[in-house]
């Protein structure tokens, strides 16, 4: 399953690239010293410097002189405001409230102040979960599955996202927070609803932590656990750079290194992302890097947004098959002061433009797969979302269907003779007549190939109601060549693996299906039975609890 992810809109246009966030923050800060004309000049140095820590995320520096501002001139607003801002950071959000209230900030949507007060409204009875650099906060109920999953991941991507890029965080414990649904993410965020609806925008990395849409908001799930590792990635560069990475390469290096938690970086880009690219690289149509300014979540669409990871992501592919220390030296010179083109052209000997056009050479003799792929996992299917196939009665105002299979699962299948005999296979299973269903299913998919995981997986259960299990495993392995991370394939392999007695074979396929979907009963039940033959006790607890807060029984 593919998704777009949003980050921190980190970053610079081409005509000001050397103007960092950091920059920036350093002539408004002259600004506020400007204003706070009554300062000693100590102070107004003291406020410079903590808005360049504050805009770094480097919060130890930021807080002590905040706290020393503030002790020094405790009626001042602009030192209060700063104060503010840095309680936010640190996720002390009724602290923050009271600060910038204080000060007089502004309350808008997407301010300061509105953050830290919706932020300390939506997570104020949050339940926390401690791992060595990890604190997961999450809402009371089913999101308890996510914790042992989450920190497990998330332990293991700062090792492996350390080594690569030679940095590991340090300090106070990283904060991940898990929101409800859309609706909070926008609310915890500068992002708006209507932002992340339109480019499928599922966690950010901002205000030095992570921020998750739990995945049972969606109807399918999402890869949460790659999703967490890429914004990890985030914070990573983030802090190593203090904050001078643009948009465009801080997306590229963490799509690239957001599956090194599980295996090699470089796996996440699926079959959709690279027909797109294919596409745009044949019609010449690549989006511009600067044009992913201020971030990619506020590209027009998601198949603009798929495509800008896919091209910054391929960037890095690139970077990084020439030399696997490349990324480190890159994040190396940015921190050190260099411009992007700088960090990268300094690889290419010393010319961006060079990168670029050998970048796009190397691009044209990509090998991409040959299958056709669908779109439709490039939209994420929230479950508050409108159906997305008109009634009846719409269609029928607006001209009426092609035939009935429109309003079918199988409408995305534009070959019709495929699309009906698919629809036949529904009715006919529903009926009870399984062999007939799996000719027509068998028939579907001779027409359109391993496309459709929708139809792969119901020309699949059906082999496996009548036990041609061999069959139905080879169905799914085409479907999950193509989409590795769909929940239903790899449940349906494991359900295969279990109908042959090959339990131990099971596990992979159910921990990726967990991985997507962790909320599914009976993939947790399967689990909590491999589990208990591998005499696996953590994983054992763990699936145990999850189908607890399912209400799925155990026989334990």
């Not at 497990?152 to 090792?159: G, V």
């Not at 079959?271 to 745009?280: C, G, I, M, T, V």
């Amino acid at each position: 399953m593919s998704r777009v992810l949003a980050s921190t809109a980190f970053g610079a246009p081409r005509e000001a690239r050397r103007t960092t966030i950091a920059r920036a923050a350093l002539r408004a800060a002259f600004a506020i010293v400007a204003i706070a004309l009554a300062l000693p000049a100590w102070a107004q140095g003291a406020l410079v410097s903590a808005e360049n820590a504050l805009a770094a995320w480097d919060l130890p520096t930021a807080r002590a002189l905040a706290d020393e501002l503030r002790r020094a001139h405790p009626a001042e607003p602009k030192i209060a405001h700063l104060l503010g801002r840095v309680l936010l950071h640190q996720g002390d959000y009724d602290g923050a409230v009271r600060l910038l209230e204080e000060a007089g900030a502004s309350d808008g949507p997407g301010s300061f102040l509105q953050v830290a007060r919706d932020t300390g409204r939506i997570t104020h009875a949050y339940i926390e979960a401690e791992s060595e650099h990890f604190v997961f906060r999450y809402p009371a109920g089913k999101d308890e599955i996510l914790v042992p999953w989450a920190l497990q991941t998330l332990e293991q991507a700062y090792a492996a996202i350390g080594e690569i890029v030679d940095y590991r965080p340090e300090g106070a414990k990283i904060r991940v927070e898990v929101v409800a649904d859309a609706n909070e993410l926008a609310q915890v965020s500068t992002l708006s609803l209507e932002a992340i609806k339109t480019t499928g925008t599922i966690a950010i990395c901002k205000f030095d932590k992570l921020m998750i849409t739990s995945p049972k908001a969606l109807a399918r799930g999402y890869d949460w656990r790659d999703t967490l590792s890429h914004e990890l990635v985030h914070l990573i560069v983030t802090r190593k750079t203090a904050n001078r990475t643009p948009i465009w390469l801080h997306e590229g290096i963490a799509k690239f290194l957001e599956t090194a938690w599980r295996g090699e970086p470089g796996q996440a880009l699926q079959l959709p992302s690279q027909a797109l690219l294919r596409d745009a690289v044949k019609a010449k149509k690549l989006i511009p890097f600067e044009k992913m300014h201020p971030s990619i979540a506020l590209l027009p669409t998601a198949e603009d947004a798929a495509l800008a990871f896919a091209e910054v992501f391929s960037a890095m592919e690139f970077v990084y098959g020439k030399d696997q220390k490349n990324i480190a030296s890159i994040l190396g010179a940015l921190r050190d002061g260099a411009s992007d083109r700088d960090a990268v052209g300094k690889l290419f000997g010393g010319s961006f433009p060079r990168f670029e056009s050998t970048w796009k050479t190397w691009l044209d003799g990509r090998t991409y797969p040959k299958e056709a792929a669908s779109m439709e996992s490039l939209h994420l299917k929230f479950k508050d979302d409108a159906p997305d196939e008109p009634s009846p009665k719409e269609a029928a105002e607006k001209g009426g269907f092609r035939d009935l299979t429109d309003l079918s699962e199988f409408r995305q299948i534009k070959d019709a003779p495929a699309r009906r005999a698919a629809h036949l296979g529904e009715l006919l299973r529903a009926r009870g007549k399984t062999a007939a269903a799996a000719a027509k299913y068998e028939e579907a998919v001779a027409r359109v190939g391993a496309q459709f995981p929708s139809l792969s997986n119901k020309y699949a259960i059906a082999l496996l109601e009548l036990k041609e299990n061999e069959k139905a495993t080879r169905v799914l392995q085409a479907s999950r060549r193509l989409y590795p991370t769909d929940p239903l394939t790899n449940l349906n392999l494991a359900r295969a693996s279990m109908q042959d007695g090959k339990n131990a074979e099971a596990r992979a396929f159910l921990e990726a299906a967990i991985s997507v979907n962790p909320f599914d009963p009976e993939a947790q039940a399967r689990l909590h039975l491999v589990a208990k033959e591998l005499q696996d006790e953590d994983l054992s607890t763990r699936t145990a609890r999850a189908m607890g807060l399912l209400g799925a029984r155990t026989d334990d």
